[in-house]
């Protein structure tokens, strides 16, 4: 199953959030995973949308608190902003949605380890692909991450993965 990151700032403006409720619905839609930081603002709409249309939702919180409402998984860090490394490093693809300094540290890990980011409304730098709707992010990030070997439908002749 594919595990999409989506950031972005805990207070989001109403058009981040109404962006944000979009990509979680169609994560889901699409079979994926969201994985976030947990908490409020894009993450919390994300989560919204995603598990209001039955998706799986991961919070990876900076504290020993419960994240928001709309998590099916909570691990909690302790670490604080550093956490940030465990958003990504849990993803296939990135998916930024506006976004404050905070979101740039986790756009900046993405591109170091090579994890594919798209961008709505968010930091304009080499490496994040510039996305028009939640349609066309979550599309390209579904299409840019690695298959799945525990969905993967083995061909006649073709030795186990």
């Not at 409020?40 to 989560?47: K, Q, R, S």
């Not at 900076?62 to 998590?71: A, E, I, Q, V």
């Not at 300094?101 to 080499?126: C, H, M, Q, R």
Request: hydrophobic share 40%; net charge negative; aromatic share 4%.
């Amino acid at each position: 199953m594919t595990q999409i990151a989506v950031i972005g700032a805990a207070d989001a403006s109403p058009d981040e959030y109404t962006t944000a409720l979009a990509v979680g619905l169609l994560i889901a839609e699409n079979k994926g995973t969201l994985i976030c930081g947990g908490m409020g603002g894009v993450m919390e709409a994300a989560c919204k949308g995603a598990h209001d249309k039955g998706g799986v939702t991961v919070g990876i919180v900076p504290d020993n608190g419960n994240g928001n409402s709309h998590l099916d998984i909570v691990i909690r860090t302790g670490l604080g902003h550093g956490r940030n490394v465990l958003v990504v490093q849990s993803a296939d693809a990135v998916i930024a949605i506006g976004g404050g300094y905070g979101t740039l540290s986790e756009i900046a890990i993405a591109l170091k380890l090579n994890k594919p980011v798209f961008g709505l409304k968010t930091w304009d730098i080499d490496g994040v692909v510039k996305c028009e709707t939640p349609d066309d992010a979550v599309l390209r990030a579904a299409r840019a991450a690695p298959p799945s070997p525990l969905y993967h439908t083995r061909q006649a002749g073709e030795e186990p993965l």
